[in-house]
């Protein structure tokens, strides 16, 4: 037994059977024997403190029943006493990086000589345990570099190695002992190079998804809505952007008057976003698309308990998620009349209560509402109070209808067509004159959203890059469920509409190609059995 370490044995009562020369003249034996029955109890691995100077132990159970242990004094500053310390599966840890199969290791000496080889390394270059120990790591693994890490100090990280006609990926990595090159430890992070690539694939997809929803936060965020998100060059357009940009930064209450469809969101969003309250999120409520007997506890909150369904720990409503920023009320011409009085309290003093509590609380919001209904026949119907409207009604921004501002429905469509290609992946990039000439016709009950949809609609079932008159043939179908509103000096419905322009593009172009009707059908995009059938329908036409 080597006299020069620190060797300790304990039989089976935990006395001392043997003990080297230096651990016994120390001392030191004595104080194992202690830590083995206190802290070291168990354990394969520990560290200990002797004269101020810590200690790494290491237990192994013999075949006599007996403990061999060995203790290797440590710098106080040593990371491996403060891990054995702090960890009480230290043991098992070090085991598992030795013994891993996923990540076998090979260690050399300064001289190359190898040291250890993980069991899985032993296995797949047909080496007994520990046979390889005590070779040259260059006779023992193929194509290795260990040798030159060991003698260059040099890592070399996600290197390729060639061994047995199979690919891995390896790190060397040189070991330094207060500040010498001592050795160099080998260890295979990837079975194969495909092992790396498909990291990185996923990793990119990752980085893609990522970044994906970063945008739609972006977008959740600022809900388009800017002044850019309102589409048109019309004087009524330009008009309601210079009295958007005027209004925005007043802290007044605004109301939107304009048909369902036109948009009277995207300009209470370009309000906000143009306000000094754009630091905080807008609160949207759509008094129209909830039950009368819930706008009041989604504008106020309600206590817990304060109703059969309700959370217990009561919830927030929209007066206080608005404080500081603004509430846009949609359809403010749905709400109940006993919600409409309780609106006013709050708009005049900014002072609330919850449902089911007596204790007022206050807000800061700016008001912004929205309505496609006409208020003061509704006051005359008393059907709406007129006090609440005069206090909403700050300032009035009119919304056009798309009729009144078909010019606009080119610009409107190339903008449905981009956004539409980039959320679905459509190939669609463009529309035929002729199509859009059609659109421009159209009275357009639904306004924008309406055209929105249509241009949708048509991008989802198109073929090529370009939508013609045939991908708009929906809006007869449509017809003859929807009556479209007369439009000045008309009474005309959309089916009317659609079968007036259409007749005419179609004459215009049979006299553009002489009566050709092969070439007629090809330049309106439509079947020759469709425009066969349309000219049926103009010859019984008086």
């Given at each position: 037994?080597?006299?020069?370490?620190?060797?300790?044995?304990?039989?089976?009562?935990?006395?001392i059977s043997f003990a080297s020369e230096p651990a016994r003249t120390s001392g030191l034996a004595d104080a194992i024997v202690d830590h083995m029955k206190g802290a070291g109890a168990g354990k394969r691995i520990s560290a200990t403190t002797y004269k101020d100077e810590p200690h790494v132990v290491l237990a192994t159970p013999?075949?006599?029943?007996?403990?061999?242990?060995?203790?290797?004094?440590?710098?106080?500053?040593?990371?491996?006493?403060?891990?054995?310390?702090?960890?009480?599966?230290?043991?098992?840890?070090?085991?598992?990086?030795?013994?891993?199969?996923?990540?076998?290791?090979?260690?050399?000496?300064?001289?190359?000589?190898?040291?250890?080889?993980?069991?899985?390394?032993?296995?797949?270059?047909?080496?007994?345990?520990?046979?390889?120990?005590?070779?040259?790591?260059?006779?023992?693994?193929?194509?290795?570099?260990?040798?030159?890490?060991?003698?260059?100090?040099?890592?070399?990280?996600?290197?390729?190695?060639?061994?047995?006609?199979?690919?891995?990926?390896?790190?060397?990595?040189?070991?330094?002992?207060?500040?010498?090159?001592?050795?160099?430890?080998?260890?295979?992070?990837?079975?194969?190079?495909?092992?790396?690539?498909?990291?990185?694939?996923?990793?990119?997809?990752?980085?893609?998804?990522?970044?994906?929803?970063?945008?739609?936060?972006?977008?959740?965020?600022?809900?388009?809505?800017?002044?850019?998100?309102?589409?048109?060059?019309?004087?009524?357009?330009?008009?309601?952007?210079?009295?958007?940009?005027?209004?925005?930064?007043?802290?007044?209450?605004?109301?939107?008057?304009?048909?369902?469809?036109?948009?009277?969101?995207?300009?209470?969003?370009?309000?906000?976003?143009?306000?000094?309250?754009?630091?905080?999120?807008?609160?949207?409520?759509?008094?129209?698309?909830?039950?009368?007997?819930?706008?009041?506890?989604?504008?106020?909150?309600?206590?817990?308990?304060?109703?059969?369904?309700?959370?217990?720990?009561?919830?927030?409503?929209?007066?206080?998620?608005?404080?500081?920023?603004?509430?846009?009320?949609?359809?403010?011409?749905?709400?109940?009349?006993?919600?409409?009085?309780?609106?006013?309290?709050?708009?005049?003093?900014?002072?609330?209560?919850?449902?089911?509590?007596?204790?007022?609380?206050?807000t800061n919001f700016r008001l912004i509402s929205a309505t496609n209904r006409d208020l003061r026949r509704m006051i005359s119907e008393e059907a709406f109070r007129a006090d609440l409207y005069f206090r909403i009604n700050g300032v009035t921004l009119y919304v056009p209808p798309l009729r009144e501002r078909s010019g606009d429905?080119?610009?409107?469509?190339?903008?449905?067509?981009?956004?539409?290609?980039?959320?679905?992946?459509?190939?669609?990039?463009?529309?035929?004159?002729?199509?859009?000439?059609?659109?421009?016709?159209?009275?357009?009950?639904?306004?924008?959203?309406?055209?929105?949809?249509?241009?949708?609609?048509?991008?989802?079932?198109?073929?090529?890059?370009?939508?013609?008159?045939?991908?708009?043939?929906?809006?007869?179908?449509?017809?003859e469920h929807h009556q479209a509103p007369p439009p000045v000096n008309s009474s005309a419905t959309i089916r009317e509409t659609v079968g007036n322009v259409e007749h005419a593009l179609i004459r215009e172009a049979l006299e553009r190609h002489s009566g050709n009707k092969k070439r007629a059908a090809e330049e309106l995009g439509?079947?020759?059995?469709?425009?066969?059938?349309?000219?049926?329908?103009?010859?019984?036409?008086?």
């Amino acid at each position: 037994m080597p006299t020069l370490l620190n060797i300790v044995v304990l039989d089976d009562t935990g006395a001392i059977s043997f003990a080297s020369e230096p651990a016994r003249t120390s001392g030191l034996a004595d104080a194992i024997v202690d830590h083995m029955k206190g802290a070291g109890a168990g354990k394969r691995i520990s560290a200990t403190t002797y004269k101020d100077e810590p200690h790494v132990v290491l237990a192994t159970p013999t075949a006599d029943d007996m403990t061999a242990v060995v203790v290797h004094r440590e710098d106080k500053s040593s990371t491996l006493v403060d891990f054995i310390l702090s960890v009480d599966i230290a043991f098992d840890i070090l085991n598992h990086f030795l013994t891993n199969p996923f990540e076998g290791i090979t260690v050399v000496d300064q001289d190359s000589v190898l040291r250890y080889l993980s069991p899985v390394h032993e296995r797949f270059f047909g080496h007994a345990r520990g046979d390889a120990v005590g070779r040259p790591v260059q006779d023992v693994i193929e194509n290795t570099r260990l040798h030159i890490v060991a003698k260059t100090g040099t890592p070399e990280i996600g290197q390729v190695q060639e061994m047995r006609n199979v690919a891995r990926v390896v790190n060397r990595v040189p070991i330094l002992r207060d500040g010498q090159l001592v050795g160099a430890i080998g260890r295979v992070m990837f079975k194969a190079p495909e092992e790396v690539h498909e990291l990185s694939r996923q990793i990119s997809s990752l980085r893609a998804e990522v970044d994906y929803y970063k945008k739609e936060l972006a977008g959740l965020r600022h809900r388009a809505f800017g002044l850019e998100e309102i589409v048109g060059e019309s004087d009524a357009i330009r008009q309601l952007k210079e009295e958007i940009r005027k209004v925005a930064p007043l802290d007044v209450p605004v109301f939107i008057s304009g048909e369902s469809g036109s948009g009277k969101e995207l300009v209470a969003h370009a309000i906000h976003n143009l306000s000094r309250r754009v630091e905080r999120p807008m609160v949207v409520l759509n008094c129209g698309a909830l039950p009368s007997t819930l706008v009041e506890s989604e504008l106020f909150g309600y206590e817990a308990g304060a109703f059969t369904g309700a959370r217990r720990e009561g919830r927030s409503g929209k007066f206080e998620m608005a404080d500081r920023s603004s509430l846009f009320l949609d359809e403010i011409g749905d709400m109940p009349m006993e919600t409409q009085i309780k609106l006013l309290r709050v708009v005049e003093n900014g002072v609330f209560e919850r449902v089911g509590s007596n204790r007022a609380r206050t807000t800061n919001f700016r008001l912004i509402s929205a309505t496609n209904r006409d208020l003061r026949r509704m006051i005359s119907e008393e059907a709406f109070r007129a006090d609440l409207y005069f206090r909403i009604n700050g300032v009035t921004l009119y919304v056009p209808p798309l009729r009144e501002r078909s010019g606009d429905i080119p610009l409107l469509v190339r903008h449905f067509v981009q956004r539409v290609s980039q959320r679905i992946g459509s190939p669609v990039r463009r529309i035929h004159p002729l199509a859009l000439q059609m659109l421009q016709g159209l009275s357009w009950p639904g306004n924008v959203r309406q055209l929105h949809h249509e241009v949708q609609r048509a991008m989802i079932f198109a073929d090529g890059s370009e939508l013609t008159l045939a991908n708009f043939r929906s809006l007869e179908d449509e017809a003859e469920h929807h009556q479209a509103p007369p439009p000045v000096n008309s009474s005309a419905t959309i089916r009317e509409t659609v079968g007036n322009v259409e007749h005419a593009l179609i004459r215009e172009a049979l006299e553009r190609h002489s009566g050709n009707k092969k070439r007629a059908a090809e330049e309106l995009g439509i079947s020759r059995s469709y425009l066969y059938k349309k000219l049926a329908e103009i010859s019984q036409r008086p």
